[in-house]
Every structure is written in structure tokens, then in C-alpha cells.
């Protein structure tokens, strides 16, 4: 694929939007899926540590040139790492103050740290809420469920501290920076279970992640059998609780996305749907790269080659790989083009696309478990359609 001919052709690659900003390498759990250090790219071991006072201000003048030379309204900074924090908050208060100078009023900037909470201390809340930086917190349901997998180096789990952090960050003084939950899917935790625990944090919002695989690195509980939908369950139970709510709990990505879809509109997320990827990442290097999740695939899968150093945003944008993910139907399998839910399902998460020798062109590993998942809230909503309407089909 040559972008100078797709561009001759009349597309026009959609600006960046949401930048991703690695302002530290390391952190203080030692998760075992996590898609950094566990899996196929090891990268983060030549990294630097934490992202320089250097870097940060390169970064900020590319997000403030970038936004400028597209007239970008509102462009998202999400600080991640690693865990974030770990760079402490003289570090994420120089990031927002020098994006933010760079951005000048023409374009607002959104910021969010995304943490594991473990860290969310009075002193460092006191910071992020003086720099207006909302927080998201990693926690994948009550003690038994997180501690399976999100534990410290030594063994011990996190629960109680991340507990600690939410309770800190739901006070008063600091409730109008928790933006909500992020929650990785495991079988083994029971999805009302987990979904009825991660609502006891009062989240504004939360979201349900399928842990990070691929064809050639299948995820745990996969089996090759298109009868086999044990996420597509998983997800299911959970929808059908939150859905079915009197009144609703809380806001749920994953599921207003798939009924945004459903009904015409735009999914916020790139979990669903055919919506143009608008991110990119910079590492604590300067180095720029596309969304981090492909390092779950093969080592050097998001690198682009480029520094802030010495290139402007819009030469990642002509890459073929980021223009991949901007290319909708274009861009997707055989199979994917001629299913009838491919509006919906999108082909999938890009990242989980991925098979050794070729690929992204693929469907997702999770084709079968979409599918099931996209059927059923389809036959839900139909359902509560032709029932309001006076039994007219939807």
C-alpha cells in the first residue's frame, strides 16, 4: 500500500487526536499478561527511565504544531507508562503546563493519567488536580479477581492499595478528576461478580479490555473452534446486567459503543467499529509510535522510526501502518469485507488481528466471540425496539 496513491485517490488521512505520552518506562507491579513486559516486545529494557524535561517540551511543541497546522479544536495527552506516577508530580506538572503553552488557546487539551492507583497519594492528587489531570484506574474487579494477576514483584496483590487510591481519589476535594475504570477480562472472575464489585468505586465510567493475543499468540481460554465464544459470554453476562439495570449505573465504553454502532452513530473507542485511529505514542525517548498494544505482537511492531527530535506528527500519519488503521473497510480481511457485521464488529481490535507471516490482514482472534457479543445486543435492542413500537420488527 503507497499512501502518495491512496492520497492521489482522494483520501485524506484523519489528524491525530489523542496523544499518548510514555512518561515513564517502569512500574511497580509486575502483572502477568501485562502487554509491556510480558509479551512480544522487550523494548522498554533500552528505555529510558522517565521522560525528560528535553523530551517533554519537544513533545509538547509537536502536539501544539500538529493541532495548529489542522485546526484540531480538543486534542486528548494521556499520561501512561509503565506506571506514570512512578515519574512523580514534578514531572506530569511540567508535561501539562509546556503541552498546554504549546496548544495556546486554539486548541484545549484534555488530560488523563492512566495508573494502576496504587500511588494515588493525597500529595500527588493535590498536583494533578491543580494541573486538571483526570485519573483512570486500572483494577479488574474485588480482591480475589485483581490479585490473580495484578500483583507486586514480590507476590503480594495490589487490591488493597489500589482501594486506598480510589478511596483518596473519590473524596470530595478530588472526585471531579476520576474519570472511571479499566477492567482486563479474565474467565476465570465471574462477570456479574466483576462487574457489581468495580461498581462499589462509584466509577463515572469504566470499560472492559480483552487481554492482548493474537493467532500466532492465542489468548488464555481460546480454543480453535468457532462454536467456542467464552469472551463473547463473558461479555454478554456483563452487558445483560448493566443493560437491564433500572437505571443506569454507569457508563460502559465497550457496550455504548456497540449501541452507538447498532443505531448509525460512532464508537469512541478502537476495541469496535470502523472509526479512524487517531492516536499515537511517544515513549519516554521521544521516539514516536503507533498504539502501544501491538508490542503484544511481535518486538518492533508500533515503532515508526520517527523522533520528536526530528520529525513533525504529520510524517507518522503517511506511514502505511498508521494509514492501515485509518482506511476502514479498505484495510480489512477478505472475511471481515463480506460479514454482514463488519460496521459493528470493525474487524476487531487491530492489535488482535496479528498472525505470524500475515499480518494484521486478519480478522481478529475474537472474531467468533464478536460476533456472538454483537448478536446478542443486536437481538436486545431489536427486541426493545418492536416492543416499544407495538410489535413492528427493528
Not at 486500572?138 to 514483584?153: K, L, P, Q, V
Not at 477492567?183 to 463515572?204: F, G
Request: hydrophobic share 40%; charged share 20%.
Amino acid at each position: 500500500m503507497r499512501v502518495d496513491e491512496l492520497e492521489n485517490s482522494g483520501w485524506r488521512p484523519v489528524p491525530f487526536q489523542c496523544f499518548v505520552l510514555k512518561v515513564q518506562s517502569r512500574c511497580n507491579l509486575s502483572c502477568d499478561y501485562c502487554y509491556l513486559y510480558e509479551m512480544g516486545d522487550q523494548s522498554w529494557r533500552r528505555s529510558s527511565k522517565v521522560m525528560s524535561d528535553e523530551v517533554i517540551d519537544l513533545t509538547a511543541h509537536r502536539i501544539g504544531e500538529h493541532a495548529h497546522t489542522h485546526d484540531v479544536p480538543l486534542v486528548d495527552v494521556v499520561l501512561h507508562g509503565g506506571e506514570p506516577l512512578l515519574a512523580g508530580a514534578e514531572t506530569l506538572a511540567r508535561v501539562a503546563t509546556s503541552v498546554r503553552r504549546e496548544a495556546a488557546a486554539a486548541t484545549q487539551v484534555r488530560f488523563t493519567v492512566q495508573t494502576n492507583g496504587t500511588l494515588l497519594s493525597d500529595v500527588m492528587l493535590e498536583v494533578l488536580a491543580e494541573h486538571d489531570i483526570n485519573v483512570a484506574v486500572s483494577i479488574d474487579g474485588d480482591a480475589e479477581a485483581n490479585d490473580r494477576h495484578r500483583r507486586y514483584a514480590d507476590g503480594r496483590g495490589s487490591h488493597e492499595a489500589v482501594v486506598k487510591g480510589l478511596n483518596a481519589l473519590r473524596t470530595p476535594g478530588y472526585r471531579h478528576l476520576y474519570s472511571g475504570l479499566l477492567c482486563t477480562i479474565d474467565l476465570d472472575n465471574d462477570p456479574v461478580r466483576t462487574y457489581r464489585s468495580l461498581l462499589e468505586h462509584e466509577p463515572p465510567g469504566m470499560d472492559f479490555l480483552l487481554p492482548h493475543g493474537n493467532w500466532s499468540a492465542p489468548p488464555p481460554g481460546w480454543k480453535d473452534d468457532p462454536g467456542s465464544t467464552p469472551y463473547g459470554d463473558w461479555l454478554i453476562a456483563a452487558f445483560d446486567q448493566w443493560y437491564g439495570a433500572s437505571t443506569q449505573q454507569t457508563a460502559v465504553r465497550l457496550f455504548q459503543d456497540t449501541l452507538s454502532l447498532l443505531f448509525g452513530g460512532h464508537a469512541v473507542s478502537e476495541q469496535i467499529g470502523l472509526d479512524p485511529a487517531d492516536v499515537v505514542v511517544v515513549d519516554t525517548d521521544g521516539l514516536v509510535e503507533q498504539v502501544d498494544t501491538l508490542k503484544s505482537a511481535y518486538d518492533g511492531a508500533s515503532a515508526t522510526g520517527l523522533s520528536v527530535r526530528d520529525a513533525p506528527f504529520d510524517a507518522a500519519l503517511r506511514l502505511p501502518a498508521m494509514a492501515a488503521r485509518q482506511l476502514g473497510v479498505a484495510a480489512l480481511s477478505d472475511a471481515c469485507r463480506g460479514c454482514a457485521e463488519r460496521e459493528i464488529c470493525g474487524g476487531g481490535y487491530y492489535t488482535h488481528r496479528y498472525r505470524e507471516g500475515s499480518g494484521f490482514r486478519n480478522p481478529t482472534i475474537y472474531c467468533a466471540d464478536m460476533l456472538r457479543f454483537v448478536g446478542h445486543v443486536r437481538a436486545r435492542i431489536s427486541a426493545d425496539v418492536a416492543r416499544l413500537s407495538g410489535g413492528g420488527t427493528a
